[in-house]
């Protein structure tokens, strides 16, 4: 069974900079697993962020950007603003019989 | 204005079948891979499946192991409309399920709907 580990829990002043990361069991994640972020706030449906682990949609502030560090999908946040507070998820693609796999959210709490 | 509406929740009990609408519009339909995504209460988010587009993806269909083989999902292009055939329902089917839309099937679920509520139970 693929897990897809985030961390549980980040905290962030206004206006500093966070960064969000996502990794697998099978290994390191590469553009091969096509990392999507998604951003939810409570009572809500899931936002797209960021897919092909760099590319934003139109809707996606500046201030997100999606990369790889180290083994991992990155999201980091620049100038984080208080409306950027909410749960983010990321997406693995991993082939076989899983295909996508979720990772268990991050809740980011803007301080 | 792109919009996805998700229909068909409600209460069923275990074994039996539902059937869930995403009813679209706002854009063309035909050029979207669909998906269908779900979240028990209180937790996190999981793939269902997908739909791919005919003109991009022809039309091919893949499901998580947790529904494969229970699960059919089906497009309607003439009307703009996705569904989510759930047989042999468990009660750890029960959540939130959401339809996505993917322009030309890039895997950039693009768009969401708002979600609708599916609880098994007896």
């Known amino acids: 069974q693929t897990v897809v580990t985030q961390e549980p829990s980040l905290t962030v002043s206004p206006g500093g900079t966070v960064t969000l990361t996502c990794a697998s069991s099978?290994?390191?994640?590469?553009?091969?697993?096509?990392p999507n972020w998604f951003q939810q706030k409570p009572g809500q449906a899931p936002r797209s962020l960021i897919y092909?682990?760099?590319q934003k949609h139109s809707w996606t502030p500046a201030r997100f950007s999606g990369s790889l560090l180290g083994g991992k999908a990155a999201l980091t946040l620049s100038g984080v603003q208080p409306e950027d507070e909410a749960k983010y998820y990321c997406?693995?693609?991993?082939?076989?019989?899983?295909?996508?796999?979720f990772g268990g959210g991050t809740k980011l709490t803007v301080l | 204005e792109m919009q996805l509406v998700e229909s068909g929740g409600g209460l069923v009990q275990p074994g039996r079948s539902l059937t869930l609408s995403c009813t679209t519009s706002?854009?063309?339909?035909?050029?979207?891979?669909m998906s269908w995504f779900r979240q028990a209460p209180g937790k996190g988010l999981e793939w269902v499946g997908f739909?791919?587009?005919?003109?991009?993806?022809?039309?091919?269909?893949e499901y998580a192991a947790s529904v494969k083989g229970r699960f059919i999902i089906s497009r309607d292009d003439s009307k703009s409309i996705a569904y989510l055939q759930m047989n042999s329902l468990k009660i750890e089917d029960t959540g939130v399920y959401y339809c996505?839309?993917?322009?030309?099937?890039?895997?950039?679920?693009?768009?969401w709907g708002q979600g609708t509520m599916v609880t098994v139970s007896s």
């Open positions: 996505n839309g993917d322009h030309g099937d890039v895997d950039a679920f693009d768009i």
């Open positions: 706002g854009f063309t339909f035909g050029d979207y891979g």
């Open positions: 739909i791919k587009s005919k003109a991009f993806g022809g039309g091919t269909t």
């Open positions: 099978t290994g390191a994640v590469t553009s091969g697993y096509y």
């Open positions: 092909f682990t760099t």
């Open positions: 997406l693995l693609y991993h082939g076989g019989a899983q295909r996508w796999v």
